[in-house]
């Protein structure tokens, strides 16, 4: 029963081979980087790989600065999260870093925050509040572009074809940011194709691997052969969901065209054996990157408020080459 | 008397239970200022009947008639609201409760809105003192007290109210002679005030000091209604069972005693603080000890820590001379003991459990895990054991639950029975069972002695430790105070002496 | 027929099947594809296997009037452990040890965790939700730990035979299923644990006192339901080829025990029944299957799904029957006398 | 010694958790600086509001020996109600606010209804109400609604000031409704025909109780509850959200099993039950303090202090249980206690 918790899946970005590059930040030098600053981090929870990855480039960013991280783990309950920033506040950190759980529902303890001269900055995710000077700046990217890359690659892919193409999709968990933004993202590019791009199934495999299977065994059960793409909200579905497409009988990447979106390792591994043909990158790794925006911050030097990140997207050609080079 | 109409009429009442059909054309009257004593052999159908009129069971079919108004009853909360009390047949109140509780929730006494608990401490208080002349902690849980503590704050609540009909089934089942006197002095009280009453009882004795009028059920049949004073005991018996027996004189003519051999079971000096104070007792084989004490002088705790059922805080058991320790119900099982609990509710009956499964369950317990009984093996025996105790419905399958207090004690004990124990130890095994089965246990009771096992017997009725009994221990608050043998010479009086407080 | 207590989940189940048939007329058919048999009602028996698996578990702690919360992390634990053996890189395809040791360590900790729960019961007498949603909370943790927080990938093929693999054209889980619902069974109705079981639930203290040993007996429960969570631990990480500690087994623990309750065994202990859970467990499986496959949008998913556990619930329920279904029986025989 | 402090030995497991609760906080406070700021102390409080409204009405349901899975979900329907009301609909909070509190109210009573006229259990119909309510929030919008709305803001910023420090108009809510709990737990025939049933179901309906109707009204007010606690959580949040209080309901009924409450009924109070969330809040405190923790290591950490509580807790009881009754027989038997649960905490 019930739901998976992950409310927030994956996201993140910037382009991976370059981690610390930062699209348009204006961090430039390190602010002297004298003191030692305690930097209270508020992370989702470890609920995938991609997360994993998030956490420990965070915390090996602020500890190779030199500074001292105080790391809370909601356990993707925004509630924890809430109290973590508390607690921050109580324990008075200089600066408070946290990934949103959701969009909404901060407030309250920005303010709280934000009286007590504690700047905040938003790590992979923004939040829904009019008041923008609850926080100093969002480092992170946007899961609507990630779904329009997703689309866009097909609609390429497809263009010498004639329509009608079959479209199976796995959602991430129902009601998060990343699943909501990346159908939007897509559906967005395709519904300039209504005659050729039709999505005839959709239904979440909770941004996991054994549901993205299991869903996909539906999926082929109902319309088998009928399928000819399949986009997948992560990576983790998706190869579930090539699982399933073998044990079915029919070829990934071949028979059914798959799409996903995190680049996580697996995903490479799966697009070097020529078993997935896309994915769109999503990098976790902007640990270093944020402690730049913190350490120029109380600097004095303004930032932007929004620092996003480019993202990049990769096929089945590039992943034999880059797969060594993956770091998550 | 019987110019009177009745205040209470049931009329053709059929209960059919799956697979049984528990009564059949039932009829009853009830007039008021009148002790009516419903009698039937376990299983009969007299608490069905009760829990028809009161709701707990709607009945299929028959009509009720109160005050010469049809009514229909379907909760109990309704009955009470026609102003039917009742007490039923196992304690029926709420163990994690405090006594004073127990007697006033549902209507407890308010100041400003609210609950007044020290009303209903004080008034729980006097209730009990005042009319049962118990005194007790009124503040403590329930479950703190024996059956008959118990018991006696059953019927206690029954009385707080102010009803027209007052229904007591088998409400000194495990009550003493002074204790009875007691509820015995508030009835004749009540039915002067003109309450109707229904008095439900296996002692015959009872029923002829308080009743007036006797309805006679048998097999869910009914059989007739007496004017208590035209109908002679044997008479009133053969009705019952539905034949001429001479149970009574049988049993009574079954007093022997023998010879114990040698010791068995020798305590010396066990004790638990607060329960029992240290005391020595032989157990030699083929012998039966009674254990005599007025309520919670500690009998029952006594022999529980025979069991191991109670952990003791000293003193030495021994076993054959050789010296046990006996921590846990386990061990005293495997060295021989068998116990049957007063409180066959919560310490007895496994209700989810058939019959069959209930009886074997302490020689399987004995055996263990994997030498598991084969179902035709358990069948023989089980049916051996259902026509020795007669026990009704004779269906091994039956959920225990669903038979009859004084079925459900005849099955309890056959599950020791089974285990052919040396030392059995009954805690008012007799308890709610009519009187053809209690002579029938007590013979059995003779007749295993003579094979050699011993028994400790503890029961409220002096009599029947008398009849059966070679030695009689007596337990005067939480000690044992005395032994007595059981010779010809001694009598219920002086029992009683021991017990009071030698006088 | 209408008296047998499984009849109602089977019905429930069979309707279930059908809605499919409505909607895809080869849902029934079972081919060979491959070399094996395949089709809707065998993927409903190899997806269900570990759910399956954790509900016997569960039905036997039920029936001591105890919970298994810990389930669904035992599953992430197995999974992780059984992973952590046989991802490393290089192991090769025709050594069985690597698969071997990986099952025997699963099991071992899925055993370990058992006790655990079933020590903090019987020993301590913590309560049963208490003591088993430590380790939901901390079990979780462990296999995370484990994989280090990664989702491991298995390559080691013999490893995902056990979860993947077919023997005699059906897939392996069915058989793994088959071998522990027949030792529960053996158990339970050949020896006298399953007898014990039921009295320890129904009155523990009646128990005590007939000389079970009641602490020996919570022990075994909840080891056994931690040796089948493992289980079935073992299965969804080899059908996947991977273990995640934080998703594998989520919330299998209410899963789990919706399955023993809609196969008829009361939660207040006692009296238990593992056919009916295995129906019970079945219907929950294919109820998720259908809903994929019908193409119900994942936000009504949890509306379906509510509406169906009623409805079975009220179906069991002699009260409903009495009073809904046979108050318009009459109705409708009091029109029809009326008409007449 | 414990008759001299006139303490009831039935207070005495709570006591015993409040104890170790203070313990725990001493703990912390040594442990870490910071930790020991009355502000910190208050936000267990703040933070933990809504989860202490929830157990109040739990701790009705497990007295009787139930349970109430819906409640998390109830709050992911209370706020998203309100929010889709307030933002959407445009009505005014006056009109939200009761029209949200009957959503729990009557799904609570819905559950009632059919766990008593149908004989179902508990656990099986409110998990039908927990996929439900979440379902039903679902569709009403699957994205996040944020609310700005100047009352609700009123409701969500508003600080009392206490000394140096604060509490929440939420915290208030809490402890009113913790105040009703207690009231009708011991001083309403209501609240003791509760106790009853949970003693023995059987009994209480052949005493003549309500049991019928109180069964229902306990499932409607724990529905209540929830939808108070959802609106409560929608003040802490500003937001409606379909994943709110994602699994809360076992941290409820974990915080009222901690604080003493038995699951199998009859014995707890309402008090133990709030003790029981600050537990889990300390808990959480020591842990967000302690700030080097991984995921893994936080939750197996988690783990390990709900443990060492429990294990403390029982051997304490047991301990004192042994001694009680080893005391009882020096003191005379028949001599009165102060009158048990009238001082109900
Ligand atoms: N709930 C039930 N389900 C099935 N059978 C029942 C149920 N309750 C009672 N019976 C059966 O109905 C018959 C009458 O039982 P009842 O309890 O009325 O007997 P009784 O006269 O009170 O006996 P006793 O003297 O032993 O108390 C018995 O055969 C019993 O097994
Ligand atoms: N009259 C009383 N006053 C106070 N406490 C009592 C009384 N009767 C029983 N108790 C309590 O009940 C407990 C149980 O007593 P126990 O069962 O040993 O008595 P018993 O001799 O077997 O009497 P019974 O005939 O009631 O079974 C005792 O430990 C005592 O605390
Ligand atoms: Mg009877
Ligand atoms: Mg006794």
Not at chain 1, 105 to 127: C, M, N, Y
Not at chain 2, 392 to 421: C, D, F, H, M
Not at chain 3, 47 to 63: D, E, K, N, S
Not at chain 3, 95 to 120: D, K, R, Y
């Amino acid at each position: 029963g019930g739901e998976s918790e992950k409310s927030s899946g994956e996201n993140g970005g910037s382009d991976s081979t370059e981690t610390d590059s930062g699209g348009s930040d204006s961090s430039g030098d390190k602010g002297g980087d004298s003191e030692k600053l305690v930097i209270g981090f508020s992370q989702v929870g470890a609920e995938s790989e991609w997360r994993t990855a998030n956490t420990k480039s965070m915390k090996a960013a602020i500890e190779d600065a030199g500074h001292e991280l105080k790391f809370s783990d909601a356990q993707q309950k925004q509630e924890n999260q809430i109290k973590a920033i508390r607690s921050f506040i109580a324990q008075k950190v200089d600066a408070i870093v946290f990934s949103p759980v959701v969009e909404t529902g901060f407030e309250t303890v920005l303010q709280e925050a934000k009286d007590a001269g504690i700047p905040v900055f938003l790590s992979d995710r923004a939040v829904d509040i009019e008041d923008d000077s609850l926080w100093a700046t969002f480092l992170g990217s946007d899961f609507v572009e990630e779904g329009r890359k997703a689309a866009r690659w097909m609609v390429e892919e497809y263009k010498d074809e004639e329509g009608p193409i079959n479209i199976v999709e796995l959602q991430g968990t129902v009601g998060s940011a990343p699943a909501i933004d990346r159908k939007e993202g897509f559906e967005e590019v395709i519904s300039e194709y209504p005659e050729k791009f039709k999505i005839i199934k959709s239904q979440t495999g909770e941004f996991t691997r054994s549901k993205g299977k299991e869903v996909m065994e539906a999926f082929l059960k109902s319309d088998g052969e009928n399928i000819d793409v399949l986009y997948s909200h992560n990576d983790d579905m998706a190869i579930g969901a090539i699982q399933a497409i073998e044990e079915y009988g029919l070829k990934p990447a071949e028979d059914i065209k798959i799409i996903g979106v995190d680049a996580v390792r697996g995903a490479f591994e799966a697009m070097a054996d020529g078993k997935m043909n896309v994915t769109v990158e999503c990098n976790p790794l902007t640990g270093p990157q944020m402690v730049e925006l913190i350490e120029a911050h109380l600097a004095g030097e303004k930032i932007e408020k929004r620092v996003s990140v480019e993202e990049g997207i990769y096929t089945m050609d590039q992943a034999e080459e880059l797969l060594p080079t993956r770091k998550y | 008397m019987s110019a009177k109409t009745p205040m209470l009429r049931m009329d053709g009442i059929n209960k059919v239970f799956p697979g049984v059909k528990a009564l059949t054309n039932v009829n009853f009257r009830l007039f008021p200022g009148e002790v009516h004593a419903l009698m039937g052999e376990n299983g009969a159908g007299k608490s069905t009947l009760v829990k028809v009129l009161t709701g707990v069971y709607a009945s299929d079919g028959g009509t009720v008639t109160l005050e010469g108004k049809p009514i229909q009853i379907t909760t109990p909360l309704e009955a009470q609201e026609f102003g039917i009390s009742t007490v039923y047949q196992e304690v029926n109140l709420c163990p994690n409760l405090s006594v004073a509780e127990n007697i006033f929730v549902g209507r407890e006494p308010r100041k400003r809105g609210r609950i007044d608990w020290k009303e209903i401490n004080r008034r729980a208080e006097e209730l009990l003192s005042t009319r049962l002349n118990l005194n007790i902690d009124v503040t403590r849980e329930l479950d703190s007290y024996s059956v008959a503590i118990q018991q006696m704050i059953a019927i206690a609540r029954s009385l707080n109210v102010s009803a027209k009909v007052l229904i007591l089934d088998e409400p000194t089942s495990s009550l003493d002679t002074n204790e009875v006197e007691q509820l015995f002095a508030v009835i004749r009280k009540l039915k002067s005030e003109g309450l109707a009453i229904v008095f439900i009882s296996h002692f015959l004795d009872q029923i002829y000091e308080i009743s007036d009028r006797i309805t006679v059920l048998r097999n869910g049949n009914w059989i007739g209604e007496y004017m208590t004073k035209e109908l002679p005991r044997l008479e009133l018996v053969s009705k019952m069972i539905g034949k001429e027996l001479d149970v009574l004189a049988e049993a009574s003519s079954n007093k022997r005693i023998f010879k114990g051999g040698e010791s068995f079971l020798q305590a010396d000096q066990v004790y638990k603080k607060g329960k029992i104070q240290p005391f020595d007792l032989n157990m030699n084989r083929g012998e039966i000890v009674g254990l005599a004490g007025l309520l919670g002088s500690g009998r029952s705790e006594l022999a529980r820590l025979l069991f191991g059922a109670d952990k003791s805080d000293g003193g030495t058991i021994k076993i054959n001379g050789k010296k046990v320790s006996l921590n846990s119900p386990k061990q005293a099982i495997t060295n021989g003991i068998a116990f049957s609990s007063e409180n066959r509710k919560t310490e007895g009956i496994i209700g989810d459990l058939s019959i069959r499964e209930n009886m074997i369950l302490a020689i399987q317990g004995v055996k263990g895990w994997f030498r598991y009984i084969p179902r035709k093996k358990q069948n023989e025996i089980v049916d051996e054991y259902i026509k020795l105790l007669n026990i009704n419905p004779p269906n091994p399958e039956q959920l225990i639950k669903n038979l009859s207090g004084g079925n459900q004690q005849k099955v309890l004990l056959a599950r020791w029975l089974i285990t052919n124990p040396e030392l059995l130890i009954l805690d008012e095994p007799t308890r709610g069972i009519d009187v053809g089965a209690k002579a029938e246990i007590q013979k059995l009771m003779l007749s295993l002695s003579e094979k050699g096992m011993s028994i400790l017997f503890i029961s409220a009725e002096l009599e029947e430790i008398l009849r059966t009994c070679q030695r009689i221990a007596v337990l005067r608050d939480h000690e044992k105070v005395s032994e007595l043998e059981n010779d010809n010479g001694i009598t219920q009086q002086d029992i009683m002496k021991e017990m009071a407080g030698g006088m | 027929m209408i008296k047998s207590r499984l009849f109602w989940p089977i019905l429930v189940l069979v309707l279930i099947l059908l809605l499919n048939l409505f909607f895809d007329p080869g849902f029934f058919s079972v081919e060979v594809r491959g070399g094996h048999l395949t089709g809707s009602l065998i993927d409903i028996l190899n997806r269900g296997a570990p759910l399956i698996l954790i509900a016997i578990g569960m039905t036997l702690v039920i029936a001591t009037a105890g919970i298994d919360l810990s389930v669904g992390s035992v599953v992430a634990m197995a999974g992780a452990m059984a992973a952590f053996v046989v991802s490393k890189p290089g192991l090769s395809d025709d050594s069985l040890v690597p698969l071997f040791t990986a099952l025997a360590l699963a099991i071992g900790l899925s055993v370990v965790a058992g006790m655990w729960n079933g020590l903090l019961v019987s020993r301590i007498g913590v309560q049963p939700i208490v003591a088993t949603l430590i380790l939901m909370v901390a079990g979780r943790g462990i296999a995370q730990l484990i994989t280090n927080g990664q989702i491991l990938t298995i390559y080691y093929e013999p490893y995902s035979f056990v979860g993947g693999g077919y023997l005699l054209m059906l897939p392996f889980s069915i058989f793994i299923v088959a071998a522990v619902l027949a030792l529960a069974l053996f158990l339970t109705r050949k020896t006298s644990i399953g007898l014990f079981i039921e009295s320890v639930g129904s009155n523990p203290e009646a128990s005590r006192l007939t000389g079970l040993n009641s602490k020996n007996i919570l022990l075994m429960v909840y080891i056994f339901s931690g040796f089948c969570a493992g289980i079935g631990g073992i299965i969804l990480s080899s059908n996947v080829s991977a273990a995640d500690g934080n998703n594998a087994g989520l919330w299998f623990e209410l899963d789990a025990i919706l399955a023993v309750v809609i196969g008829g065994t009361s939660l207040m202990g006692g009296k238990f029944h593992l056919m009916g859970t295995v129906i019970g467990a079945l219907i929950i499986q294919s109820l998720t299957t259908t809903i994929y496959s019908i193409g119900i949008p994942p936000e009504v998913n949890l509306v379906v799904k509510a509406v169906v556990v009623l409805i079975v619930c009220l179906l069991q329920s002699p009260e409903f029957r009495k009073k809904v279904l046979g108050g318009l029986k009459s109705k409708a025989n009091r029109d029809a006398k009326g008409v007449a | 010694m414990l008759k001299r402090l006139n303490i009831n030995y039935k207070h005495l497991p709570i006591l015993v958790t409040v104890g170790l609760f203070i313990l725990m906080y001493i703990f912390g406070s040594m442990r870490y600086t910071g930790f020991m700021s009355s502000q910190v102390f208050l936000n267990l409080f703040i933070n933990n509001a809504f989860l202490i409204i929830l157990a109040v009405g739990m701790t009705f349901v497990i007295l009787t020996g139930g349970i109430d899975l819906s409640v998390g979900s109830v709050i992911a329907l209370t706020s998203m109600v309100a929010a889709d009301l307030i933002m959407n609909a445009q009505l005014s909070p006056w009109l939200v606010i009761p029209i949200s509190l009957l959503v729990g109210t009557t799904l609570g009573l819905i559950n009632g209804c059919i766990i008593h006229f149908f004989n179902i259990q508990p656990f099986i119909v409110t998990l039908a109400g927990l996929f439900l309510a979440r379902g039903l929030a679902y569709l009403i919008n699957i994205e996040s609604i944020a609310i700005t709305d100047p009352f609700f803001d009123f409701m969500a910023k508003t600080r009392i000031p206490i000394g140096d420090s604060f509490i929440s108009i939420s915290v208030v809510i809490a402890l009113v409704v913790v105040l009703i709990g207690v009231y009708l737990a011991h001083y309403t025939n209501f609240g003791r025909t509760v106790y009853a049933i949970g003693g023995s179901e059987q009994s209480a309906v052949l005493m003549g109780l309500p049991v019928g109707r109180t069964k229902i009204l306990i499932y409607t007010f724990s529905g209540f509850c929830a939808s108070l606690a959802g609106l409560v959580f929608t003040f802490y949040m500003l937001s409606g959200y379909a994943l709110h209080a994602n699994g809360m309901e076992l941290d409820v009924i974990a915080s009222v099993v901690i604080g003493g409450t038995l699951l199998t009924g009859g014995v707890g109070y309402v008090a133990g039950s709030v003790i029981g969330v600050l537990i889990l809040g300390v808990i959480q405190t020591i842990i967000i303090f302690e700030g080097t923790l991984s995921s893994w290591w936080t939750k197996i950490a988690i783990g390990v202090l709900v443990l060492a509580f429990i294990v403390f807790q029982r051997i304490l009881v047991v301990r004192s249980n042994v001694k009680k009754a080893a005391g009882a027989n020096n003191v005379d038997i028949k001599e009165s206690s102060p009158p048990l649960k009238t001082k109900s905490m």
